[in-house]
Every structure is written in structure tokens, then in C-alpha cells.
């Protein structure tokens, strides 16, 4: 099955600072997913992005299926935007998961 | 909101002793699916549902079973905990195989 790999594990900004997550992806997909989980557990969805660019407010994607791989973007990052990304690539009808980037922010 | 409810959201166990979760959703979504989320690792596939009676195998399904007789109702039943599957415990949705997967509230399960 497909193998995800996602860099940095860990990452602590300092509120305003922009970072940048990437999701490596051992075949091709025909779609891709991000997620956020916050401090509480949930998991909320971010992007649903095959190819592209996709913004929404401070956070972007942009996924380039032919080399295998996606990016999230995170502008002018705030102490909400702490949690885990995870990103989800499809396989025959069901998603494997990378290990996730944990993203700290102090204020 | 998915429309997805996850019951109980917390339960403590023994170890021996049986225990089922339940995903429910609201919207007739064909694929629905079980995974688990444990410190260090992302969220690992247990098994997922592609209809009424039609179930498969995820990456780490040993210890576990699963039944959907109608389609709003997924069940995940641990014949015979045990302290490691000690884990929270997440439901998705997914309206059809090329769409995007929404996630329940998940239920943290302890087994002592």
C-alpha cells in the first residue's frame, strides 16, 4: 500500500511566523487530504486537494502529484493554529495516514 | 457537523472483558471506517465498511470485529480487551470512494 510521510515531526513557531509542512507520498494518488487536530482531539478538515492550489484564509495547499508530494502553508500563525497536521493520501477506497507534524506556537 | 455520533465517548474496562463501539451517521454514507490513534502514530485503519454487510480488513484488525447491519450504524467490538488496545478510537464517513473523509468525536477507550 502507499506509504505517507510527513516532515517536520515537531515544530514550535513564535505567533506571526509562517511555516511550512510537507506530505511525501510513496505512489500516486488521484486525491489527497490535510487535517487539523487540535488540543481537544478533534480532527477537522483543512483541504481536500489532488493537484494544486487551494487557500482558505491563513493556511494554503498546494499538492504536486506528479513528484509524489503536498505542502501546507501556514501564514502569520496564531496560538489556535496549535495540534497536529496530518495528511491522508487515498488507496483503494480507504486513507493511510502519515504520523502527523506537531505545530506549537508561543505567543 | 457530518452528522457523526460516537458511543460511549469514554469507557474504562478490564482486561477479558468484551466491549463494542458505536459510529452512527445521519446522511446514508456508503464508506464508513474504524481507526485508531495512539501516541507516536498517526490514525492506523482497523476496518472499514463499504456498504450493508460489506466489510474489510485495515492494517491493524487483529483483536477486532465489526458489523454493519443497517447503514447508519457501524460497530467495533473487542471480543476480549486487552491493555493494548488502550487507544481513542475514531469513526469516518465517507459519502463515495473519490470523496473526502469526515471524522466523529472519537471515544477514548481505557482497558485496565
Given at each position: ?18 511555516s ?8 500516486s ?13 478533534q ?7 489532488p ?26 500563525s496564531?496560538?489556535t ?27 | ?6 458511543s ?12 463494542t ?36 480488513k ?5 483483536g ?17 480487551a ?6 481513542v ?14 471524522f ?9
Amino acid at each position: 500500500g502507499i506509504q505517507v510521510e510527513q516532515s517536520p515531526p515537531d515544530l514550535i513557531l513564535q505567533e506571526g511566523a509562517n511555516s511550512t509542512l510537507r506530505c511525501n507520498f510513496s505512489d500516486s494518488v488521484n486525491n489527497l487530504q490535510w487535517f487539523h487536530q487540535n488540543p481537544w482531539g478533534q480532527l477537522i478538515n483543512l483541504f481536500y486537494i489532488p493537484s494544486g492550489t487551494k487557500q482558505n484564509g491563513r493556511l494554503s495547499a498546494t499538492t504536486v502529484a506528479t513528484e509524489r508530494y503536498s505542502l501546507l502553508y501556514i501564514s502569520s500563525s496564531q496560538t489556535t493554529d496549535s495540534g497536529v497536521y496530518f495528511c491522508a493520501a487515498p488507496d483503494a477506497g480507504k486513507s493511510t495516514f502519515g504520523d502527523g507534524t506537531t505545530l506549537t506556537v508561543k505567543p | 457537523d457530518a452528522g457523526i455520533t460516537q458511543s460511549p465517548r469514554h469507557k474504562v474496562t478490564e482486561t477479558g472483558t468484551p466491549v463494542t463501539l458505536r459510529c452512527h451517521q445521519t446522511e446514508n454514507h456508503r464508506y464508513m471506517y474504524w481507526y485508531r490513534q495512539d501516541p507516536g502514530h498517526g490514525l492506523r485503519l482497523i476496518h472499514y465498511s463499504y456498504g450493508v454487510k460489506d466489510t474489510d480488513k485495515g492494517e491493524v484488525s487483529d483483536g477486532y470485529s465489526v458489523s454493519r447491519s443497517k447503514t447508519e450504524d457501524f460497530l467495533l467490538t473487542l471480543e476480549s480487551a486487552t491493555s493494548s488496545q488502550t487507544s481513542v478510537y475514531f469513526c469516518a464517513i465517507k459519502p463515495g470512494q473519490e470523496y473526502e473523509q469526515y471524522f466523529g468525536p472519537g471515544t477514548r477507550l481505557t482497558v485496565t
